[in-house]
C-alpha cells in the first residue's frame, strides 16, 4: 500500500492537493444543496401558511355572510304578519309569501357556497402553481451544481495531465525506479 502511495505520488506530486480540492468541492456541493433545500423547505413552508390563512378568510367571510342571510331570514319572517297586515292582507302569511321568502333565503346559502367553493379552489390551484415552480427551481439548482461540480472535476483533471488519466486506465507509467503498473488494485513494478 506504502509502494503504491509513493509511486503515486512521485507520478503525481499533487496528489493530496487533488484530494483536498476534490473534498472541498464536494463540501461546497453538499452545503449548496443543504442552502437549496432549506430555501425550498421555508419557501413551501410560506407557500403553505399564505393558502391556510387565505383559506380561512374565504371561510370566515362565507361565515359571516351565510349567518346574516340566516339573521335576514328570520327578520323577514318575524315582520312578515307586520308587512301583510300594512298591505291590507290579514288571516296570516299567505303560502306562496312564505315559499318565496325561504326559496330566496336557499338560494342566497347556495350562492354564497358556491362562491366560497370556487374561492378555495382558485386558493389551491395557485398554492399549487406556486408550489409546482418552487419544485422546478429546486431541480434546475441541482442541475445547475451537477453540472457546475462536473466543469470543476473536468478542469481538475485537465490541469493535472494525462498521468492522472492513464494512471487510472493502468497504463504504464514512468517513475524514479522504472515503470509501474496499477493492476488489480495494486502497483506493479517493472
Known amino acids: 500500500m506504502q509502494a503504491a502511495t509513493s509511486a503515486q505520488a512521485a507520478v503525481n506530486p499533487y496528489a493530496e492537493l487533488q484530494a483536498s480540492i476534490l473534498?472541498?468541492?464536494q463540501a461546497a456541493q453538499e452545503a449548496q444543496r443543504r442552502a437549496r433545500e432549506e430555501a425550498y423547505q421555508k419557501a413551501a413552508a410560506q407557500q403553505k401558511a399564505n393558502y391556510d390563512y387565505a383559506a380561512?378568510?374565504?371561510n370566515d367571510a362565507t361565515a359571516q355572510?351565510?349567518?346574516e342571510a340566516y339573521?335576514?331570514?328570520m327578520l323577514q319572517q318575524k315582520n312578515l304578519k307586520q308587512a301583510?297586515?300594512?298591505q291590507g292582507l290579514t288571516g296570516g302569511a299567505s303560502e306562496t309569501t312564505t315559499a318565496s321568502m325561504l326559496n330566496n333565503y336557499q338560494n342566497s346559502r347556495n350562492d354564497l357556497e358556491l362562491e366560497n367553493?370556487?374561492?378555495l379552489g382558485d386558493l389551491l390551484n395557485t398554492y399549487?402553481?406556486?408550489m409546482a415552480q418552487l419544485e422546478q427551481q429546486r431541480a434546475s439548482g441541482e442541475a445547475a451544481s451537477l453540472s457546475d461540480y462536473a466543469t470543476a472535476l473536468v478542469n481538475l483533471a485537465a490541469k493535472n495531465g494525462v498521468n492522472l488519466v492513464s494512471l487510472l486506465q493502468g497504463n504504464a507509467v514512468p517513475t524514479a525506479s522504472g515503470n509501474a503498473r496499477y493492476v488489480n488494485g495494486e502497483w506493479v513494478y517493472y
Open 23 to 25: 473534498a472541498q468541492m
Open 56 to 58: 380561512g378568510q374565504v
Open 65 to 67: 355572510a351565510l349567518q
Open 71 to 73: 339573521v335576514n331570514r
Open 84 to 86: 301583510l297586515t300594512a
Open 117 to 119: 367553493k370556487r374561492q
Open 128 to 130: 399549487q402553481n406556486n
